[in-house]
Nanobody, 121 residues
């Protein structure tokens, strides 16, 4: 089981930037995909971005493409750099680990506790 801890959330004005961090420990062999998801109040959890730890391939939701960047910082940290934030980006952001390069949340086995991002208009 992978232990995931998110940090870096907060309050920002529309148009601003935030960087989220996810520290992963205890990652077993084969768990190579890290994803970021988010859930706004009253809405379903939605995919934001994913990265393949081995090859560095990335994929993004259309709503964040060109504004958000997912990256690997070192052997245990995955970041989400968010630029040009909009009020509709307000949500709790979750880091997740899995074995399949997908935007489907059910294929991710381990989840962090989440970090709040609030974008004021």
């Amino acid at each position: 089981q992978v232990q995931l801890v998110e940090s870096g959330g907060g309050l920002v004005q529309a148009g601003g930037s935030l960087r989220l961090f996810c520290t992963a420990s205890g990652r077993p062999f084969g768990v190579n995909i890290m994803g970021w998801f988010r859930q706004a109040p009253g809405k379903e959890r939605e995919f934001v971005a994913a990265i393949n730890w081995k090859g560095g391939s990335t994929t993004y939701a259309d709503s964040v493409k060109g504004r958000f960047t997912i990256s690997i910082d070192n052997a245990e940290k995955v970041n989400l750099h968010m630029n040009n934030l909009k009020p509709e980006d307000t949500a709790v952001y979750y880091c997740a680990a899995g074995r399949r390069f997908t935007s489907t949340s059910s294929f991710y086995d381990d989840w962090g506790q989440g970090t709040q991002v609030t974008v004021a208009s």
